[in-house]
């Protein structure tokens, strides 16, 4: 049984995630964003075009690079000692405190709490023919799986292949990946929620929506 | 009750009036205010007569201290009386102006643009107790009164297409066309057909159509105003304006506003003074032929004794352009003319047909191609020594001659002579076969010519020095020239490397040996145009002419000699253009180019004379002409209507070159937008863009500002441009040299030397 309060005490109890910023290549570091706290934004736009703010310049044979930050969230350290020196490649020179948004915290608990069904090598994966008619009529969760159910379709290098399913029984909750997308080996592909928990999940979903509170 | 009306009127009137004159304060308009007032104050106490008494008074003082404000109107009271949603469209002048029409294309919302608005019209005519029916295409756009849907007159790049097919319409039909300019600028999309290149069609199309074309300007907004304003006469209304840019576009670009920074009311003022477009400038300038007198504080729809006079000069302007090239026109023709001195007479009391014949249609042409070449004359400098211009003269003459007799003359005797010279060695040739029979067993047996043949090319070949690869023999390759950029030891990161992975690239050899193109992703970096003289022409071949033609500052703009100065001075070059006369692979061409780094690449008057020479002396010489379009900002904005003028010259100075059966082939390299890409670019049928170029009308900032559209970053990409049938062709530039040659060799009409 899937315990909501714990999960949701444990994500609030750390309601972020650090991103490590480590230099893409060698280089002398030229810090501009330092101070902790500073609220730093990843890239905007509806073509995500224009470029989060300026972290730092990294200079290489006269070539000065921005490095910005990624996501949006504040400094949480710079590593001021390295301002003006040539580090190596991989060096961590910052770290930002990425606070999680709601879609992020049921993301979270979604991939704890269902069962995920990987991607067993890289292609391109559809679903059956009934199975997509079934998910574009009525939403995932009207499609029941079970173990040993032909479900998916891996296309690869022109050729076709069915792929069972294998796992617990339950309704398909999540769909992780998009037709005519190639998929790398390893990541999931849908999350399975058993039937008797279908309810308690959507209690989590819906606590998350009224309670977590997205900071600014 | 007919009080009340008065009232309410007088209060319109002052609205009107506050409207005009915005944000500035003015005795006249706070006198005005308190004595209505007052009026209203008292009003309740005064008997019916009294009122009517006063109020008459206080008409008298409307209408005196109207005319008085009239003269004190600025550049950009004129803008705003243009702008007002009181002013006249082109709805109010179908209505009162023509005695009948019928809309085309479509009526209200449901039209194929209901900015654009066609109609064929009738004006009839009581001539000698006879009536005459002539019937016009009427064109233009219409504004509407708050009809939102009309889009304030913006034309999208299908509305222009359609004023185009009802031009061509007119054309069959042979009824003159009546254009009527309202708008404030064309609307910057690039969905097919594309803002720029329906444009540039347009241009095309008008700059040879042979029908009597009549042009109304009201509102005259850049590209949008040319797109249908290209005619044979150009009336403007007296409270129009004609401008390159609107004051506010030039006031951002003066105060390097970016951002949706707002500029102040001041520059905006001063630059509608100094961009010089009124209706007087204007005229002074020789870009309108007349100026319509407007009542004070412009025309309105209640204005119908204004709706009089435009008819009696739009029909006025219809005749004297048709007896112009008529055969029987003397006496007509006179009395035109004595009437456009004549005040108050009127245009219908003689009858003119308005269709024409055949030679009075390619005479029509003609004189609308002559009208066009000869603007803006005084609008550049030309420090050619008067000894040398008259040297030019001559040569051009003799080129024209030798042209004639050796192309058109001689040819076509040639061919025959050539045709029977051929018949005859056939048959010698057989003769010839059948004789040397015996000889050549006698040779063959020997084995003598061969086995000679065979040393002889096995010496060549251990004596000479050989080409190790195509390109080692090429005469263009002497590539001498060397990028500033390549001389710095520093990396480069190509744009592409996020998604693409490409590693940093050295200097030296990305901007020399790789010609820069990313090794990678095959991104293009920016190169110098010397780079292309250097590499794309035969080596040493080029030689430079109209080289004293030289970019100035026609209306005196402030700021702008200091400006050209430092550009001349930066780049060496006295205009944006250079032309010259060059070789590739051994084939003569015309070639013009826009060079990117004077003042942007922008085109004036100075560019625009450079290259319409060129393409008459590659007319003259039957070469093939080659436009470079290193980059191209626009029209220079500082040189006002001089600028925006060259869009069509330069577009009836390509249309005679093409159509004497030349080819024109253009090159966009980096980015090339606005005015020249919406005329005499855009308008060529061999259309090539470097790759990484960017190609549009206006750029992704103008975008946002006068359409509120976010546009995705990647929208002017040439590929795009490509898609949507804007260009022909992406080449590499490493291989611009090879494709250019293929293309003279493959493309083009039957004028050429080389064919």
């Known amino acids: 049984m899937i315990d909501v309060k714990a999960l949701l005490d444990e994500m609030k109890a750390s309601p972020f995630k650090v991103i490590d910023i480590v230099a893409p290549h060698t280089g002398v570091v030229e810090y501009v964003a330092t101070e902790p706290g500073t609220c730093v934004f990843g890239a905007r736009g509806t073509w995500r075009e224009k470029p989060g703010t300026l972290l730092l310049n990294l200079e290489r044979e006269r070539n000065k690079k921005p490095v910005y930050a990624p996501l949006k969230g504040e400094i949480e350290t710079a590593f001021k000692e390295l301002d003006g020196t040539f580090v190596e490649a991989g060096t961590l020179l910052a770290t930002i405190r990425h606070y999680l948004t709601k879609d992020e915290v049921i993301e979270a608990i979604l991939k704890k709490t269902l069962y995920l069904f990987n991607a067993p090598e890289q292609a391109k994966y559809y679903f059956f023919p009934e199975v997509d008619t079934k998910i574009k009529a009525s939403g995932p969760q009207s499609v029941k799986v079970h173990d040993g159910m032909e479900l998916f379709i891996v296309s690869r290098m022109k050729r076709e292949a069915p792929l069972v399913y294998s796992g617990p029984e339950g309704m398909i909750y999540a769909v992780y990946f998009k037709h005519n997308e190639s998929i790398e080996a390893g990541t999931p592909l849908i999350g399975v929620c058993p039937e008797d928990q279908l309810s308690l999940i959507q209690d989590v979903v819906s606590r998350v929506q009224s309670e977590w509170e997205e900071r600014d | 009750m007919d009080i009340e009306k008065r009232i309410l009127s007088l209060t319109e009137r002052l609205q009107y009036i506050k409207d005009i004159f915005g944000e500035k304060e003015n005795v006249n308009v706070e006198l005005l205010e308190s004595k209505l007032a007052d009026f209203n104050q008292r009003e309740n106490g005064l008997s019916e007569e009294d009122q009517a008494r006063q109020l008459a008074a206080l008409e008298d003082l409307y209408v005196f201290l109207e005319k008085k404000l009239e003269r004190e109107l600025t550049a950009m009271d004129k803008v705003r009386i243009v702008r007002h949603p009181q002013r006249i469209c082109l709805k109010d002048i179908l209505e009162n102006v023509y005695d009948n029409y019928t809309e085309l294309g479509g009526e209200g919302e449901y039209n194929i643009d209901p900015s654009m608005l066609i109609a064929r019209a009738y004006i009839s005519r009581l001539v000698g107790g006879k009536v005459y029916n002539q019937p016009v295409m009427v064109i233009g756009q219409e504004k509407g009164h708050g009809e939102e849907f009309r889009n304030g007159g913006s034309v999208k790049p299908w509305g222009n297409a359609k004023a185009l097919h009802y031009m061509k319409v007119a054309e069959t039909e042979n009824i003159p ?520 009308f206006a750029g992704p900032g103008v975008i946002k500002e006068t359409t509120g559209m976010d546009i995705p970053p990647n929208y002017h990409d040439a590929h795009l441009a490509l898609s949507r049938g804007h260009i022909h062709g992406i080449w590499d530039r490493r291989e611009l040299r090879a494709n250019l040659h293929q293309a003279l060799q493959t493309m083009g009409g039957r004028n050429l030397y080389y064919r």
């Open chain 2, 177 to 696: 066309i009546h254009t009527y300019v309202f708008t404030p600028g064309s609307f910057p999309i690039e969905d097919y057909p594309g803002a720029a290149q329906q444009i540039a069609k347009n241009l095309y199309e008008m700059a040879g159509l042979t029908v009597p074309m009549i042009a109304v300007f009201s509102e005259g907004g850049s590209g949008g105003a040319e797109a249908v304003g290209l005619a044979d006469v150009r009336l403007m209304l007296s409270h129009g304006y004609y401008s390159v840019i609107s004051p506010e576009g030039a006031a951002a670009i003066e105060g390097r506003l970016r951002g949706g920074d707002r500029a102040s009311a001041e520059l905006i003022e001063t630059c509608a003074q100094r961009l010089k477009m009124t209706a007087d400038d204007n005229r002074a300038m020789g870009y309108i032929d007349r100026v319509i007198p407007e009542p004070a504080l412009g025309a309105r729809p209640e204005h119908y004794e204004f709706f009089k006079l435009l008819r009696s000069e739009v029909i006025g302007a219809t005749d004297e352009v048709v007896l112009n090239v008529k055969g029987w026109r003397f006496f007509r023709a006179m009395t035109v003319q004595t009437r456009k001195k004549k005040k108050g007479a009127n245009a219908e009391d003689i009858y003119v047909r308005w269709s024409l014949s055949a030679g009075a249609r390619s005479r029509l042409a003609w004189r609308r191609y002559q009208r066009f070449r000869k603007m803006s004359l005084g609008a550049f400098i030309d420090r050619t020594p008067f000894n040398r211009k008259m040297e030019r003269l001559m040569r051009e003459t003799g080129w024209s001659i030798y042209s004639f007799f050796k192309y058109d003359f001689l040819r076509k005797h040639q061919k025959k002579i050539s045709h029977v010279m051929e018949e005859i060695g056939s048959e010698i040739q057989v003769v010839k076969d059948r004789v040397a029979v015996p000889v050549r067993w006698v040779r063959e047996t020997l084995a003598l010519s061969s086995k000679q043949e065979n040393i002889e090319e096995t010496e060549k070949s251990l004596t000479e020095l050989s080409c190790w690869d195509e390109d080692a023999c090429d005469p263009g390759s002497g590539a001498s020239y060397v990028s500033p950029q390549a001389r710095e030891d520093y990396a480069v990161t190509c744009p592409n490397s996020a998604t693409h992975g490409c590693k940093d690239l050295w200097a030296p050899d990305l901007f020399r040996d790789f010609g820069g193109v990313c090794s990678n992703c095959g991104h293009h970096f920016r190169m110098e145009y010397q780079w292309y003289m250097h590499n794309l022409f035969d080596y040493n071949s080029i030689f430079e002419f109209s080289r004293n033609v030289e970019a100035g500052n026609p209306l005196s703009y402030d700021g702008l000699d200091a400006k050209l100065e430092k550009a001349k001075a930066q780049t060496g070059l006295k205009s944006a253009c250079i032309t010259f006369e060059a070789r590739i692979k051994h084939i003569n061409v015309v070639c013009a180019t826009l060079v990117g780094s004077f003042r942007g690449g922008t085109v004036g008057a100075a560019e625009g004379e450079k290259f319409v020479r060129a393409c008459e002396r590659a007319r003259r010489k039957h070469y093939p002409l080659i436009a470079y379009v290193h980059g191209t900002a626009g029209i220079r904005i500082q040189e006002g209507v001089n600028g925006v003028i060259q869009m069509p010259r330069c577009t009836m100075a390509v249309r005679r070159y093409i159509e004497a059966g030349g080819l024109y082939i253009v090159v966009y390299d980096t980015n090339s937008y606005a005015g020249p890409l919406a005329s005499f670019l855009g308008c060529s049928p061999y259309q090539f863009a470097i790759r990484s170029a960017n190609i549009g």
